[in-house]
Every structure is written in structure tokens, then in C-alpha cells.
């Protein structure tokens, strides 16, 4: 598999939607509680064969002006044979209306810079029955698939789900898959910092 694809995806998925959102105060120091909430490594290896470096994974939080708070997780092994990429970026907004902007905000901005970057998206949506919306997207670069992107709304919550390395081709195996986490994202309470 091409690695560039990873980097790729690195680069439009997580600092293209951070850089474009603009609207953070800053890192928001994290809880331990806090870094059980994304999609990990970890957990793919579950259903994936594939040998899992705890250090190549990050954890960040921001908080924004609304009093809104985004995680990202990022697992970068994109430098090893085989490749495995994982960008969990989950959003808990102050009301319904903010979590659907920034849903297609997520989607929007990523779609726009995959455009630009020669990865194609293919809609994929038997894949996921998750949330009150929810996009699923095969991703394929130089006619090769490579991975699956996610984009999930529920309630007050966002999640964008990139994994190449994994792909996720079944009806039912998003939901598997990332059910645990939507759980743990809806009971989320970012707002309730230790003293």
C-alpha cells in the first residue's frame, strides 16, 4: 500500500479542519478520562490484524470561544510496512444547531482538500446507521483503496473517523466498530475539569 496516501490524509484531515475552524482559546489540559473517549488504535486492532505502537499515538484537546470542546486523536504509523493511520476528531458542542454546523464543517473542508490532493471519497452510505447523521466514504488514491472516512452527528456531539491501513467494507462493521466510542462521546462531559 502507498504510504503517501497517509501523510495525505494527515495533513487535510487533521490540520486543514483545525487550522480552517480557527475558533480555538487554546489546549485545554487533558484528564484521563478525557483520552478514553476517541476511537484508538487499540480498538481496530481488535478486528484487524495489525501490531499497535502506544507511542505513536497523540491526544489533544481545545476548547472554543462557545464554550465548545474538540478531542483529536491521532495514531501516525505511517512510516511502517504495514501502514496504519487513525485521525479521531470528536466535537461536543453547546447545542444541536453548533453540531450540525460543524459537521459540514468536517465535511466540507476535508471533501475540498481531498479534491485538491488527487483522494477520491466514495459514498458508503450502507456502511453506517450510526447518529442522527451519519456520511461514510471509501477512500481510494491512484485507484487503490485505502481507507474509510466517517462523519457522525449526534445530538450535540461530531465525530470524523479517518483509518487507512483498515478498511471497513461491510454494512454493520462502522457501527461495530465505532458504536463504543459514539457511547462514550455522548456521556462525555468535558466541561466538569478536575479541581
Known amino acids: 500500500m502507498p504510504k503517501r496516501p497517509t501523510l495525505l490524509l494527515f495533513v487535510c484531515g487533521l490540520g486543514c479542519i483545525l ?3 480557527g ?3 487554546g489546549e485545554v489540559e487533558m484528564t484521563p478520562q478525557d483520552t478514553q473517549v ?3 488504535a487499540r480498538e481496530l486492532a481488535q478486528t484487524h490484524d495489525t501490531p499497535v505502537d502506544p507511542s505513536r499515538e497523540t491526544f489533544t ?3 472554543d470561544f462557545g464554550g465548545s470542546y474538540t478531542l483529536n486523536y491521532t495514531f501516525d504509523q505511517s512510516d511502517d510496512d504495514p501502514v496504519l493511520f487513525i485521525n479521531s476528531l470528536l466535537s461536543k458542542e453547546t447545542s444541536p444547531a453548533d453540531a450540525l ?3 459540514g464543517v468536517y465535511k466540507s473542508v476535508v471533501a475540498l482538500q481531498f479534491l485538491s490532493e ?4 466514495k459514498q458508503r452510505p450502507e456502511l453506517c446507521t450510526l447518529g442522527d447523521t451519519c456520511s461514510c466514504d471509501a477512500l481510494f488514491y491512484e485507484d487503490n483503496e485505502v481507507g474509510t472516512q466517517c462523519v457522525l452527528l449526534k445530538g450535540h456531539t ?3 473517523i479517518q483509518v487507512v491501513g483498515a478498511i471497513w467494507t461491510e454494512p454493520g462493521e462502522v457501527d461495530t466498530a465505532l458504536g463504543p466510542m ?3 462521546l455522548k456521556a462525555w462531559k468535558p466541561t466538569q475539569r478536575p479541581e
Open 118 to 121: 488527487g483522494i477520491e471519497q
Open 19 to 21: 487550522g480552517c475552524a
Open 101 to 103: 454546523t460543524t459537521y
Open 61 to 63: 484537546m481545545e476548547r
Open 23 to 25: 475558533l480555538g482559546v
Open 182 to 184: 459514539m457511547a462514550r
Open 38 to 40: 476517541p476511537f484508538t
Open 158 to 160: 461530531v465525530a470524523m
